[in-house]
C-alpha cells in the first residue's frame, strides 16, 4: 500500500464550464496535493474537463474520476479514455467505474444490471486488460469486446471500482487496482470494507488487496458557521440513496429522514463529515489512514455549497498544510 499521506482534493460538483475547476488544479499545484479528483459529470464531460486544465498550464497534476458510470462507455472507450488523460497530463491516473443507479442503467441499456457484482467485474477485468496492452476476447451478459489498444507509451492508469458494501468490496478485491469509497467512516472501512477487499484479492491470488482512496467531507470549524447545515448540505443528496443510507446504518451511523439535525449530528459524530480546526481535521483523517485507507480526497461539498469555491479552497488549503 503507499505511504503517501497527503491528502488528494475532490472537485465534488457538476461543473458548467472547466473554468471552474481550474482553482481546484492549482490547490493541487501549488500545495503538494496528492490528486484532482472529479465525480461523474452530466454538464462538462469529467475526461474532457481534466484535459482541458492539461492543456491550461495543469498538465502536471495527477487526476482521478471517481467514479464514472458504466453504462455511459464501453469499455474498450473507457480504457481509451484513461489512457490519453495519463498521455496529456504526464502523470499517474486513477480511472474509477461504477453501476450507477439501476433506474439509469435500464434507461441506458433497457434493463437494470441483474448482476451488478458481474457488471463490475467484467468490466474493470476487460479495462484493465487493454490497458495492459492485451487482446481481449470478452462475450459476457454486458459487454461485448474482441480487441486490443494500438500501443502508446503513457504513465500507469489504476482501475478502480466504486465501493460502498462488503459484497463489492469481495469483487473489488478480485479485480480492481484501488477500491474508491464514499461517506465511508473509519471503522466501517477497517472492519468490513478492508477484510472483504482482503477475502476478493484471495480468493483470486492476488498477492495484495486493492489500495482504499476514500472521499471524506470536511469543512473548518469557524466563527459564524453552521456545522450542521453544512453537513447536511454536503451530505443531503447522498442520504436520499437507499445504498448510501444501507451502508450508513451497517456503520452505526443513526441517519433519521424526518430529522434532518438529528442526522447532521450522527454525520459529525461519526466523522462521515469532519469539523474542527485544521489540526483537529488531520487528525481525524490519520484516524481514516489507520483504518486502511491509502488515499482521502478532502470533499469540501458542504462549505462550497454554502459559502462558494474560495471558501472550500481555503478550507482545503489550511487543512493540506496541517497534514504535511
Known amino acids: 500500500m503507499s505511504a503517501n499521506t497527503t491528502p488528494a482534493v475532490l472537485y465534488?460538483?457538476?461543473?458548467?464550464?472547466?473554468?471552474?475547476?481550474?482553482?481546484f488544479a492549482a490547490l493541487v499545484q501549488r500545495s503538494g496535493a496528492r490528486r484532482l479528483w472529479l465525480c461523474q459529470s452530466f454538464k462538462a464531460e469529467p475526461h474532457q474537463v481534466l484535459a482541458y486544465l492539461a492543456g491550461a498550464g495543469y498538465g502536471d497534476v495527477s487526476v482521478g474520476t471517481s467514479v464514472g458510470v458504466m453504462p455511459l462507455r464501453h469499455?474498450?472507450?473507457?480504457?481509451?479514455?484513461?489512457?490519453?488523460?495519463?498521455?496529456?497530463t504526464g502523470r499517474p491516473v486513477v480511472a474509477g467505474y461504477g453501476i450507477g443507479t439501476p433506474d439509469f442503467v435500464a434507461a441506458l441499456?433497457?434493463?437494470?444490471?441483474?448482476?451488478?457484482?458481474?457488471?463490475?467485474?467484467?468490466?474493470?477485468?476487460?479495462?484493465?486488460?487493454?490497458?495492459?496492452?492485451?487482446?481481449?476476447?470478452?462475450?459476457?451478459?454486458?459487454?461485448?469486446?474482441?480487441?486490443?489498444?494500438?500501443?502508446l507509451d503513457h504513465e500507469p492508469v489504476e482501475v478502480g471500482a466504486g465501493v460502498l458494501r462488503p459484497g463489492m468490496a469481495r469483487t473489488a478485491g478480485e479485480v480492481a487496482d484501488v477500491a474508491i469509497t464514499w461517506m465511508t467512516p473509519p471503522a466501517y472501512v477497517r472492519d468490513v470494507l478492508v477484510p472483504a477487499l482482503q477475502e476478493g484479492a484471495d480468493a483470486a491470488g492476488r498477492p495484495e488487496r486493492p489500495r482504499v482512496a476514500t472521499a471524506v467531507h470536511v469543512a473548518l470549524?469557524?466563527?459564524?458557521?453552521?456545522?450542521?447545515?453544512?453537513?447536511?448540505?454536503?451530505?443531503?443528496e447522498h442520504l436520499k440513496g437507499p445504498?448510501?443510507?444501507?451502508?450508513?446504518?451497517?456503520a452505526g451511523v443513526p441517519i433519521a429522514p424526518a430529522d434532518a439535525s438529528a442526522t447532521a449530528m450522527a454525520l459529525l459524530d461519526h466523522s462521515v463529515v469532519v469539523t474542527?480546526?485544521?489540526?483537529?481535521?488531520?487528525?481525524?483523517?490519520?484516524?481514516?489512514?489507520?483504518?486502511?485507507?491509502?488515499?482521502i480526497m478532502l470533499n469540501p461539498a458542504g462549505v462550497m455549497l454554502t459559502e462558494g469555491v474560495h471558501a472550500a479552497v481555503e478550507d482545503m488549503e489550511e487543512i493540506i498544510a496541517a497534514c504535511g
Not at 13 to 21: F, G, I, S
Not at 243 to 250: F, Q
Request: glycine letters at 8%.
Open 12 to 23: 465534488p460538483l457538476q461543473p458548467d464550464h472547466p473554468e471552474l475547476v481550474a482553482p
Open 75 to 88: 469499455p474498450y472507450e473507457a480504457a481509451h479514455q484513461a489512457r490519453s488523460l495519463a498521455l496529456l
Open 109 to 151: 441499456t433497457g434493463g437494470p444490471y441483474k448482476s451488478p457484482r458481474t457488471a463490475v467485474r467484467d468490466y474493470l477485468t476487460s479495462v484493465r486488460a487493454l490497458l495492459d496492452g492485451e487482446a481481449v476476447d470478452h462475450d459476457g451478459p454486458y459487454h461485448h469486446l474482441d480487441a486490443r489498444l494500438l500501443p
Open 221 to 236: 470549524a469557524r466563527p459564524g458557521r453552521d456545522l450542521r447545515r453544512t453537513a447536511l448540505a454536503g451530505a443531503g
Open 243 to 250: 445504498h448510501y443510507a444501507d451502508m450508513l446504518r451497517r
Open 276 to 295: 474542527g480546526t485544521p489540526q483537529e481535521i488531520a487528525e481525524r483523517l490519520a484516524e481514516y489512514r489507520g483504518s486502511g485507507v491509502d488515499e
